[in-house]
């Protein structure tokens, strides 16, 4: 079955940085885009962009350029997300999951379990 | 940018009725639109995608309907464990964003 497990917990202090992994089992991992979503404590979800599995190139959404780096290791079908000069409001659940194509696009249908990212002095 | 806009925010029912939310998009997203489920300290999950095409596993009282920039998800008689909050999300350009979520709550 298909599963996207991702790393636990980090508490990080403002300005250091924090990886997330992302570990896809269960189908070819090179076959579907992975994406990332931020939820920050009570709000919404907020698309941060995806990576090409095949190729490995990123796309940011507006809004996480810059310290935000998405990277993979197809050898253990993993996914990266790194987070840089840590800001206080990153503290947020960080989400990834496969977008694989239905119909006419391509849309998410297994999600990470989401792993809490808290910054605080 | 397509900003997606969702109404109501907040939606009190009771089990057995029906609800509909509505997502409008900033401008036409054709039918690449899809609804989320989320319940508390859970990932969403797909329901609905292409705007009328329920995912794998999705009851039948789920429908979506629209094209275009309006959208409409509706659950026909509401089970109580549908109250969550729905998002809708549009995959059009290269920038794939959320709606700020409908949180259907029991009345």
């Known amino acids: 079955q298909v599963q996207l497990v991702q790393s636990g917990s980090e508490l990080k202090k403002p300005g250091a940085s924090v990886k997330v992994s992302c570990t896809a089992s269960g189908y070819t991992f090179t076959t579907c885009t992975i994406i990332w979503v931020r939820q920050a404590p009570g709000q919404g979800l907020e698309w941060m962009g995806w990576i090409n599995t095949n190729a490995g190139n990123p796309t940011y959404a507006q809004g996480f350029t810059g310290r935000f780096v998405f990277s993979l290791d197809t050898s253990v079908s993993t996914a990266y997300l790194q987070i840089s000069s840590l800001k206080d409001e990153d503290t947020a659940v960080y989400y990834c999951a496969r977008s694989k194509i239905y119909g006419s696009g391509t849309y998410s249908d297994y999600w990470g379990q989401g792993t809490l990212v808290t910054v605080s002095s | 940018e397509i900003v997606l806009t969702q109404s109501p925010a907040t939606l009190s029912l009771s089990p057995g009725e029906r609800a509909t939310l509505s997502c409008r998009a900033s401008q036409s997203v054709s039918n690449y639109l899809a609804w989320y489920q989320q319940k508390p300290g859970q990932a969403p999950r797909l329901l609905i995608y292409d705007a009328s095409n329920r995912a794998s596993g999705i009851p039948a009282r789920f429908s979506g309907s629209g094209s275009g920039t309006d959208f409409t998800l509706t659950i026909s008689s509401l089970e109580p464990e549908d109250f969550a909050v729905y998002y809708c999300?549009?995959?059009?350009?290269?920038?794939?964003?959320f709606g700020q979520g409908t949180k259907l709550e029991i009345k």
């Open positions: 999300q549009q995959r059009s350009n290269w920038q794939h964003a």
